[in-house]
């Protein structure tokens, strides 16, 4: 795991490598263990590395790496969990090498394959490869967004790196906030992909890649999600009964844990005392022979405590286990180096963040976390209510007849943030994408509007429009290209691209990586990903996770029969009390309510202010 950067410019530039030194200094956080620079001898190309060792920890790990006489070099972030399989498939085909890296593994599937490289290769990453001889630098990231990279192209002057602030660190790009990105925060709660909160920048899409040449670049897109398996099967006289699917989950859990347990250092778990890092736990207690270690944040208000269940999990497993009690006091202290290290605002993160310190306090360097397993086995409750949603709306006709007027006035004129985000939904065509919109959202479409104006201007509307047309248009070719054979299985691919990929993975990078910490996620992973997509959704997706139990029964029946409880922190109850200090001085507009119940909402406007204040 490291930090990426680079500045590729048509002609030289006699700067480059003062661009790419600020980002490699402002990545140092991500790999406190190396560092290196390429520079190209017309100085067209600038490459920069900050190394976290996780393989191969000697010298010859060292990047930006080269290889065919240095004709191709490359700055690469993430693990290939595959490597050596690839590794030794090259070799019989006559390839040599000099390190023992994914690293170099990469760079001979490049040279062989050029852009078809990616679609060898598991894991996650995020990564750029120059070819000196045709002038070319290629730009991947991981098919399921794992791994973040963000680019600008500016008088054709590309410029990319591991996180927004290490380009905002070349002052070449201002610190002007989106409109689009704003009004994407304020809906969600963090910033939805190729968006990002600074205007000039975006963020390259999971699973695509591109090309840089001349000046100009080309996207594409090599991976997407897809349920049709399921219904391919069907189609052909084919099923997947319960016991089959039990052994698919298995069989496929093991094979990601074990490729996901590869390094050449320790690696802990993240144990929440939910099911699915409970999973992670019970399965490397059966693969690995190294002692375990796990760790866990615990809270001493009852109602969001976990660390009970956690502890006791780990003494079934006999893990090494460290638990870290935060109180709001503890909180309010960590705040302002959070601050520092949010890269784009986001309601979530603080969580990780916490258990990330603990977890580098102890010298690990590689956790796992049970991230992802929600998403696919159906453990929120939008895989309920959301079809609900949609399903009612269709059955009342006399509701859709009056459906607009009726919403514009509900988002409009109601007290009630929860109307008022009922309103934008009955705006809009009744769909699962419009329905899970209204489930997951935070402020509504006009409140989010009215927001962005408030903290740009009002002359910024007609823009706000025009890109929050263009931002639809472009959610409707996507939703074109799925195939979804039951409104459940789009509710998980909702899952999985939005929240997960833009909220979840993302804090996951940017926190885990603030401690010099490597995270895995094993439940997201693309092979694994292709052979669970096969199960129909109603074996897949049964509440409480069954599926994923009864794969999984070494997992102790007081975490099976639990509840689901969200990895969350006591912010309703702190938000208006010990960290008041936070809270009161926030911009908004006086006729958008922030009622303490629905804290989050006061919340998101706190961490993009002392975000703001940060940058």
Not at 23 to 34: A, E, F, I, N, V
């Amino acid at each position: 795991m490291c930090g990426i950067a680079g500045f590729l410019s048509q002609s030289g530039n006699h700067q480059s490598d003062k661009y790419v030194q600020l980002m490699q200094t402002s990545l140092q956080h991500r790999g406190p263990d190396d560092r290196g620079v390429y520079l190209s001898e017309d100085r067209t190309v600038a490459l920069a590395h900050t190394r976290l060792s996780i393989l191969d920890l000697s010298p010859n790990g060292h990047q930006p790496m080269s290889a065919a006489n240095q004709r191709y070099w490359i700055t690469f972030n993430g693990e290939i969990y595959n490597f050596l399989e690839l590794r030794e498939r090259l070799k019989g085909e006559g390839e040599t090498f000099v390190s023992h890296t994914d690293t170099e593994v990469i760079l001979k599937l490049y040279a062989k394959y050029k852009e078809n490289c990616v679609k060898h290769l598991r894991g996650m990453f995020a990564f750029a490869i120059w070819d000196d001889h045709e002038k070319v630098c290629f730009i991947a990231r991981d098919p399921l967004g794992i791994k973040p990279l963000y680019y600008c192209l500016r008088d054709s002057c590309l410029i990319f790196a591991s996180e927004l602030r290490a380009i905002l660190s070349t002052g070449i790009i201002s610190k002007q906030l989106s409109p689009i990105g704003l009004y994407s925060y304020f809906t969600n709660g963090s910033i939805s992909e190729p968006w990002t909160i600074i205007d000039g920048i975006r963020s390259l899409e999971a699973g695509s890649y591109l090309l840089w040449k001349e000046g100009r670049i080309q996207h594409k897109s090599y991976w997407q999600i897809d349920f049709s398996a399921s219904a391919n099967f069907a189609s052909n006289n084919q099923s997947i009964n319960i016991n089959q699917s039990i052994d698919k989950v298995r069989q496929a859990l093991i094979d990601s844990v074990q490729h996901h347990f590869i390094s050449d250092v320790p690696v802990g778990i993240f144990l929440s005392g939910g099911i699915d890092s409970t999973a992670l736990v019970a399965i490397a207690r059966q693969t690995q022979t190294n002692e375990l270690r796990t760790y866990s944040v615990a809270f001493d208000e009852e109602a969001w405590n976990e660390g009970n269940i956690a502890r006791q999990v780990a003494r079934e497993f006999g893990t090494v286990h460290t638990e870290y009690v935060l109180t709001a006091d503890i909180a309010k202290n960590l705040l302002p180096d959070y601050w520092r290290s949010l890269d784009q605002p986001t309601i979530d993160g603080f969580n990780t963040f916490c258990v990330a310190k603990i977890a580098h306090e102890d010298n690990m360097k590689v956790v796992l976390s049970g991230l992802g397993g929600d998403e696919i086995f159906g453990g929120y409750g939008t895989f309920q209510s959301v079809p609900q949603i949609f399903r009612r709306r269709q059955r009342l006709a006399f509701v859709n007849a009056i459906a607009s007027l009726l919403g514009r006035g509900l988002e409009s004129f109601s007290n009630s943030p929860k109307y008022r985000r009922l309103g934008a939904f009955l705006s809009k065509e009744n769909s699962i994408t419009n329905a899970y919109a209204l489930a997951r959202g935070v402020f509504s479409d006009h409140e989010s509007y009215q927001l962005v104006k408030s903290y740009l201007g009002d002359n910024i509307g007609n823009q706000l429009r025009h890109e929050i047309n263009l931002s639809l248009d472009s959610e409707k070719i996507v939703d074109q290209y799925q195939r979804f054979p039951t409104n459940e299985d789009q509710v998980s691919y909702l899952e999985l691209s939005r929240y997960m990929r833009n909220q979840l993975l993302r804090d996951s990078d940017v926190m885990s990586m603030k401690w010099g910490l490597e995270l895995r996620v094993p439940f997201v992973d693309s092979t694994l990903l292709s052979e669970i997509s096969q199960i129909p959704a109603g074996i897949r997706l049964q509440k409480n996770k069954s599926l994923l139990t009864k794969a999984i029964p070494e997992i102790p029946d007081y975490i099976a029969n639990r509840q689901k409880r969200g990895f969350t922190l006591p912010f309703e109850k702190w938000i208006n009390k010990e960290l008041r200090e936070y809270t009161m001085d926030i911009k908004v507009p006086i006729y958008i309510p922030l009622p303490p119940k629905q804290w989050y909402r006061r919340w998101s406007l706190v961490v993009l202010q002392n975000w703001w204040q940060s940058i």
